[in-house]
DNA sequence: AACGAGTGAATTGTTGAACAATTCTGCTGT
DNA sequence: ACAGCAGAATTGTTCAACAATTCACTCGTT
């Protein structure tokens, strides 16, 4: 019986990526991804119809694609004005900080005993991250952080938690992307994440969850403080 | 420099009140209230064509009212199937209480010295669950419990976090719903919430966080085996 | 020159119809 | 009983139109 349940659970997790593509969700993939790269900067409008034009897609299916991203937090909608890049405010991006510590210490001080593959992520990630500082490759670097931190999430072992940290993630993008000079803001964290890792493998989650505060708090001030120097993007 | 302040502050909320009210997010509040109370049992189809002639709204709106819907997780959309209301899997619970736990236990822990109002907050709403527990108000015994645990969850003081909460409770209810003779389920746990509340009051969050992890283990544990028995709902 | 009112242009909100793509239904024949 | 097939029903997507609202600009007044 064991062979045809793995039948099932690889049938179901082919599924969506056959049959499953609507225009508005593709519309929608393309958007977040040119957002998540900075493409477009916080504040920028997206009109209706040059946006439409552009993809080539009717305006309701934009639409629909809108929406989407509106209740991921990527853009904002002002009724009968349009649709934004959302330009995250100092008080959200605190915000942001207070949820990560929540989600990520609670992870590691509420999980019994993690799944082993779940704590070789976080090695994997933090492997990649020295390596890109090694090859001074800074965006690396950051994607190998977010890896990481979102492998300490996922130790609690809940896909719901898995998705909000990665929409979590995916916005503090947004405050990233309107801050200059920042591209080595992550390399100095990068001993800490491998002594982090440490922990967790020796069975020390506390302690590891302790450290992951003092981090959380550190990088907080360092990027708010950059923040408020320059709230509404660095060409403001 | 004060009165300056709040009169923006006023004014700002009361905006979205007065001009922000798409056709969209109106029908998408009717839906979603019909979903909450039961009306709409889990497993429903919701074919554009009645649901559009039923409140007069076109196929175009309707569909804006369901992304929104299902990305609260409240409806499931299945690609040239249709829209159903959702029917939560017994892990889907199980995940719904892990995060109730981080969440819940993770705000009274990491909480410095709880605003007093929300302290208040938590007292109100015992004392609301207690009322109707007299009067044998049972569906009111519910929102008061429901209303506990939002005003536990708010001590994080965290707009996303108490956001994550009402929205993470509402889908709760699809699993209430489906199931039979639970009329009286919360009511064992009144004088818990009390415990609970006083412990806060007391500024024994540790303890108050132990005592809700248990509440939480147990009434998990109810809740699954109640709904083991009928997964796919009463009548089914 | 600064400022407010007002007018027209541009954009969004919403609808309805149309057609393509897919799924559902019921029939048929074996 | 069952596989296959045709037609109906439903969803996916586009287009065109109009109402409602905001934006941009001019104009006249001070």
């Known amino acids: 019986m064991g062979t045809a349940e793995d039948w099932v659970e690889l049938l179901a997790s082919d599924r969506e990526s056959l049959d499953r593509t609507s225009t508005a969700e593709r519309v929608a993939d393309l958007l977040r991804q040119r957002v998540l790269e900075g493409g477009l900067a916080p504040g920028t409008r997206l009109s209706e119809e040059s946006a439409g034009r552009a993809l080539a897609v009717s305006r309701n299916t934009l639409r629909e694609a809108f929406r989407l991203l509106v209740h991921e937090r990527l853009l904002v909608h002002e009724f009968h004005r349009g649709v934004f ?16 510590r929540l989600l990520e210490t609670g992870a590691l ?27 001074r490759e800074w965006h690396e670097v950051g994607t190998a952080n977010m890896r990481f931190h979102q492998a300490v999430a996922s130790l609690a072992g809940s896909p719901r ?3 909000t940290m990665r929409q979590l993630l995916a916005e503090l993008r947004l405050a990233f992307h309107v801050m200059p000079g920042l591209r080595e803001f992550h390399e100095p964290y990068l001993e800490n994440n491998r002594r982090i890792a440490e922990l967790v493998g020796a069975g020390h989650r506390a302690e590891a969850a302790n450290r992951l505060d003092e981090y959380l708090d550190a990088a907080e001030t360092q990027l708010v403080a950059e923040y408020r120097r320059c709230p509404g993007g660095p060409h403001r």
């Open 85 to 100: 890049v959302r330009v995250l405010s100092v008080d959200e991006v605190v915000d942001l900080y207070r949820v990560r």
């Open 161 to 163: 938690v898995d998705e």
């Open 109 to 135: 001080r509420n999980s019994e005993e993690p799944a082993p593959e779940r704590v070789a992520d976080l090695g994997r990630a933090v492997d990649e991250g020295e390596r890109a500082a090694r090859d």
